[in-house]
T-cell receptor
């Protein structure tokens, strides 16, 4: 149990375009989903927390107009990177939680902006 | 300020050589301490949750323990497939956030 999927696993896009990443909890209802960014050999950096049906809470320094998060249902959250630039290239990971306990992580999405 | 520190940053062991990874924390109120394993290019894989000092959990060659200041992840007779980055994270009372340490990169040599 507790499986989280992400799609796509890898994406390459041109500078100035937008990219959408999906995160799904496959076998449980996720009341809260989290989006992280990870740079090579670094730990996870929390970008935002989203609860189903409400606006996401962004961490300090994360541009909410650039990283749009939608948590439309208890099994789906999306992260849209708008007007992507090369510095947005990174490994994006989502996680899902059904309560105040452990988070279960997706496999990650490697974004490369050229 | 809530903080999680993992040591060592990297550890190389021979196959079969047991050792421990450390996660020390200073937080306003602990709601849970988590251990994850992360392979390169993959998302973290959940291993253990510990809630109170004195608690221990085991899974195959791994055993996690918790005190009021730190947690240890003991690895007994490791195999090359145990090579990965091990992440420690804590959930704090203050705002219910989860704070991650920087991880320990473990490499087991055959």
């Amino acid at each position: 149990g507790a499986v989280v999927s992400q799609h796509p696993s890898r994406v390459i896009c041109k500078s100035g375009t937008s990219v959408k990443i999906e995160c799904r909890s496959l076998d449980f209802q996720a009341t809260t989903m989290f989006w992280y960014r990870q740079f090579p050999k670094k730990s996870l950096m929390l970008m935002a927390t989203s609860n189903e049906g409400s606006k996401a809470t962004y961490e300090q320094g994360v541009e909410k107009d650039k990283f749009l998060i939608n948590h439309a249902s208890l099994t789906l959250s999306t992260l849209t990177v708008t007007s992507a630039h090369p510095e947005d290239s990174s490994f994006y990971i989502c996680s899902a939680s059904s309560g105040p306990y452990e988070q279960y992580f997706g496999p990650g999405t490697r974004l490369t902006v050229t | 300020e809530d903080q999680v520190t993992q040591s060592p940053e990297a550890l190389r062991l021979q196959e079969g050589e047991s050792s421990s990874l450390n996660c020390s924390y200073t937080v306003s109120g602990l709601r849970g301490l988590f251990w994850y394993r992360q392979d390169p290019g993959k998302g973290p894989e959940f291993l253990f949750t510990l809630y109170s000092a004195g608690e221990e959990k085991e899974k195959e060659r791994l055993k996690a323990t918790l005190t009021k200041k730190e947690s240890f992840l003991h690895i007994t007779a490791p195999k090359p497939e145990d090579s990965a980055t091990y992440l420690c994270a804590v959930r704090v009372n203050r705002d219910d956030k989860i704070i991650f340490g920087k991880g320990t990169r473990l490499h087991i040599l055959p």
